[in-house]
């Protein structure tokens, strides 16, 4: 359970209630934020007072949600409310470095070992109070928990993986680091869907064919998008499956629909909702699913956490704010003007070469395509552009605070979205009959996307 969450039928409604009321926060891409309906739906009370607060008290307002200073009585509702739909269960797990054999530590970044040496714990625990020794990792990426699962458990691991470039480094470093483990620690490579649950037994029985019987269980760390769906599916389905151990990630790369059903007139994602409590409490409503719970929610509920502004700088919140009010601008001249950009490199902006707006400009010049809207014709960046984008930005370089702040409360927002799409997920297993819970796994400062579900199947 989640805070008595499944059992408090009125969750749901209110949530929805409260989401549809500061949508302005969060529908619009932080790109767009100077277009209207977003930072100009901001409550002028709101802003006063937010404008006025000293830096640390600012701070520890949006990471802990603490109200020390005097606010607007519908802020300080605000405030409460993000903290009562916050249903994450509370952690105290140390960001410190963890103790991995040196084999391992070599290949990884203090944030991956962190991850896998504490969900590795996790699964340990999990498996030997149900007599589980066999492990299918879905979405293995490069292998390292399953291998570190047998490393330091003893446990049998398939491991599959859509892109066979990492099944080969997998498969090479265990070839020289782990050569004793080959019969136990398998890689395949194999592209999970909605529908792959004959060729998972299939492979299973390929690979361990005398665990044919042998309960198993489903873990995945940081399964992207639809493949936290399908995993789920394939737990619910799959015979063999006793155990689940998931941590998503990306939720808004989930698939994309056009439906009509719920009264929305934008793309809905096939995954969200997933159960049919909430499906009814959204029909219920009345809400456009597609603008309240469209692509935007998602990447608020997977972005960064508040934890963030902790101990956050002054100079710090000055950078992040000039940033994000300096591609607002760009945005806003673009599209006023019949234009859009396009990256041509991965990274648009390099912010360590970007000291003024000047210096911006001509980095995103560089790195930026200019094109037409209609025609996706290439359009030169002229010396007239360039000066009428320099003239809009000391037009509005005046708000980078309440950008900033615009910001903070999107990060206060961000618990209670990211919880409201592990309930969801919560609800469709416990839909199907199979006990399940959200655990805390790693240190959420270090790594964002920190919760598993945890599912157990009573027979």
């Not at 498969?171 to 060729?199: A, H, I």
């Amino acid at each position: 359970m989640v805070d008595g969450t499944l059992d408090d039928p009125d969750y749901l409604r209110k949530a929805i209630e409260f989401f549809e009321k500061f949508q302005w926060l969060y529908t619009l891409p932080t790109t767009k934020v100077l277009s209207p309906g977003a930072l100009d739906e901001f409550p002028p009370d709101w802003l006063d007072s937010l404008r006025n607060i000293e830096i640390d008290k600012l701070n520890n307002l949006v990471a802990k949600k603490q109200i020390k200073v005097v606010l607007p009585e519908t802020l300080n509702n605000f405030i409460v409310k993000c903290k009562k739909f916050d249903k994450l269960p509370v952690q105290e797990i140390s960001p410190g470095p963890q103790q991995l054999p040196k084999v391992f530590a070599k290949f990884m970044s203090d944030k991956k070992k962190h991850e896998i040496y504490n969900l590795s714990r996790v699964i340990n625990d999990h498996c030997r109070s149900s007599n589980i020794s066999l492990i299918i990792d879905l979405g293995a990426g490069l292998g390292y928990i399953g291998q570190l699962l047998h490393h330091l458990y003893g446990y049998k691991v398939l491991a599959l993986e859509s892109r066979q470039k990492n099944i080969d480094t997998a498969r090479n470093r265990q070839n020289q680091y782990f050569p004793e483990s080959k019969g136990s620690v398998k890689y395949v490579c194999c592209n999970v869907t909605k529908d792959s649950l004959d060729e998972l037994e299939n492979i299973l029985k390929t690979e361990f064919s005398e665990s044919s019987d042998e309960k198993v269980c489903l873990i995945g760390l940081h399964a992207c998008g639809d493949l936290s769906v399908y995993m789920s599916n394939l737990y619910l389905n799959m015979k063999q499956a006793h155990l689940f151990i998931l941590v998503s990630c990306c939720y808004h790369k989930l698939e994309q629909e056009t439906t009509y059903e719920t009264g929305s007139s934008e793309n809905c994602f096939k995954g969200f909702p997933l159960s049919n409590i909430l499906k009814n409490a959204v029909k219920k409503s009345h809400a456009d699913v597609g603008k309240l719970f469209g692509r935007t929610f998602m990447r608020l509920a997977c972005q960064e956490t508040p934890d963030r502004w902790e101990n956050m700088s002054e100079q710090a919140h000055g950078e992040h704010a000039f940033h994000v009010l300096a591609r607002a601008v760009l945005e806003q001249y673009t599209s006023e003007s019949g234009f859009r950009l396009k990256k041509h490199v991965c990274k648009a902006t390099r912010k360590t070469q970007c000291v003024d707006f000047e210096s911006y400009l001509k980095d995103s010049m560089n790195r930026y395509s200019l094109l037409e809207s209609e025609s996706d014709k290439v359009i030169p960046w002229t010396e007239e552009i360039e000066e009428s984008i320099k003239r809009l930005w000391k037009e509005k370089s005046s708000r980078q605070k309440d950008v900033e702040l615009y910001t903070g409360l999107q990060y206060l927002l961000q618990n209670a979205a990211e919880s409201l799409v592990l309930v969801d997920r919560l609800f469709y297993l416990k839909e199907n009959s199979v006990d399940s819970c959200l655990l805390p796994t790693m240190n959420r400062s270090l790594s964002p996307r920190c919760y598993a579900i945890v599912s157990t199947k009573k027979n």
